[in-house]
C-alpha cells in the first residue's frame, strides 16, 4: 500500500537508451505478488500503459509500440522494478509513470487497475 518513486528519467537523442527505477518510497516494503507497471502521458494525450509485470511470476505485458525495445525486469534483491529502454523514438517523449495494483487474473495496461503511483519522471528523446 506504499507509493512509488521513479527516477532515471532524462534528455537522449532518438537511437538511444535510458533505464528507468521504481521502488517503495516506504522503506522494508515489498510489492509481492502484485502488478507492477509503467505508464506514459504526452502532453495533450491520453495515458497508456508501457508495460507490466506479475511479481508473483514474472509475466510480462508490452504495449504493441514498444515490443523488442523496451523490458521491464524487476531485482528482488534491491526491491527495485526496472524499464530498460532502448532504440529510443521521439514518439517515446513523454512523463512515465511507475504503477502497482493488487493482482487478481492478469496483469494488464489499463491505469484504473492500479492503485499506486509515483510522482512520474520525464523522458525527452530527440531527433
Known amino acids: 500500500q506504499a507509493p512509488l518513486v521513479e527516477s532515471g528519467g532524462g534528455s537522449v537523442q532518438a537511437g538511444g537508451s535510458l533505464r528507468l527505477s521504481c521502488a517503495p518510497a516506504t522503506t522494508g516494503y515489498t510489492y509481492s505478488s502484485y502488478c507492477m507497471g509503467w505508464f506514459r502521458q504526452a502532453p495533450g494525450k491520453e495515458r497508456e500503459g508501457v508495460a507490466t509485470?506479475?511479481?508473483?511470476?514474472?509475466?510480462?505485458n508490452y504495449a504493441d509500440s514498444v515490443k523488442g525495445r523496451f523490458a521491464i525486469s524487476r531485482d528482488n534483491a534491491k526491491n527495485t522494478l526496472y524499464l530498460q529502454m532502448n532504440t529510443l523514438k521521439p514518439e517515446d517523449t513523454a512523463m512515465y509513470y511507475c504503477?502497482?495494483?493488487?493482482?487478481?487474473?492478469?496483469?494488464?495496461?489499463?491505469?484504473?487497475?492500479?492503485?499506486?503511483w509515483g510522482q512520474g519522471t520525464q523522458v525527452t528523446v530527440s531527433s
Open positions: 509485470v506479475y511479481t508473483g511470476t514474472g509475466s510480462t
Open positions: 504503477a502497482a495494483g493488487p493482482f487478481e487474473d492478469y496483469c494488464s495496461r489499463v491505469s484504473d487497475d492500479y492503485n499506486y
